[in-house]
């Protein structure tokens, strides 16, 4: 194929490509997930919604964050991220609010997929091997659907390659703990609302995924329970957003 050809044979397909596009686009509208706003791009979030966001840049830090100092003295972390700067009544609570109860799970992996370019290149990231959402309480997934975290470890997932260990920790019914002690053989119980699964596999190192981290407590506790169970195991954490 000669270079015009092999050109024009690019052009056109691109040609193609983008008609193909703009077709779906008039068909299927896309809205803006903060504004719901349409939106004529395959990007979820509108330029001047995009535009009202607080990216952390926590990425290009050499000194600790403060979701680093979040954790200092509390528990041992390999590492941390978030995204966004959480406000109230800025478009990240928006993005928060939409991705908890706007029933659409594929918000999370759309902004998961964000994270994960952004964590991509981390060196925290490198030797992990494993992903771990925060779990749900189960009548809350229940009614919702869909735990957000999960859907947000998707995204990272799909993006840095690093596989998700489903159902690693589970939410306790904060009666059950005592009573239903026994009746797990599968999980090692611990203190807390958190029970963490007894495995085979030999997880050195997991990222934990949140959705807002506000005051650490919920991290802090998980982090405890599977630290009780693999006192080896190295944790990192990735959120969406840490609030401010
Ligand atoms: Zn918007």
Redesign the pocket.
């Known amino acids: 194929m000669s270079i015009i050809s092999a050109f024009s044979t690019r052009f056109r397909l691109t040609f193609w490509e983008k008609s193909k596009q703009d077709l779906l686009h008039l068909l299927f509208p896309s809205k803006?997930i903060?504004?719901s706003?349409e939106?004529p791009s395959n990007e979820p979030?509108?330029s001047?919604?995009k535009s009202e966001l607080h990216y952390t840049g926590f990425e290009k830090y050499s000194e600790p964050t403060e979701l680093d100092k979040l954790f200092w003295g509390r528990v041992t972390v390999e590492g941390t991220f978030a995204l966004l700067y959480f406000y109230k009544n800025s478009s990240t609570q928006k993005i928060l609010h939409s991705l908890k109860y706007g029933n659409k799970p594929e918000t999370g992996r759309i902004l998961g997929k964000e994270i994960g370019k952004h964590v991509k290149d981390l060196a925290f990231i490198e030797d992990a091997d494993a992903i771990v959402p925060v779990p749900l309480h189960p009548k809350k997934q229940f009614v919702r659907g869909y735990n957000q975290s999960t859907q947000l470890a998707e995204g990272i997932s799909e993006i840095t390659g690093i596989p998700i260990a489903h159902h690693f920790v589970a939410k306790l019914q904060h009666t059950a703990s005592q009573t239903r002690q026994g009746r797990f053989s599968r999980w090692e119980n611990v203190t807390g609302n958190f029970r963490v699964k007894k495995t085979t596999s030999s997880y050195k190192h997991i990222l934990i995924i949140d959705d807002v981290v506000t005051t650490g407590a919920t991290l802090e506790a998980m982090i405890r329970s599977i630290q009780t169970v693999y006192p080896d195991l190295r944790i990192s954490i990735i959120s969406l957003a840490i609030a401010k």
């Open positions: 803006c903060v504004c706003e939106w979030i509108c001047f919604c």
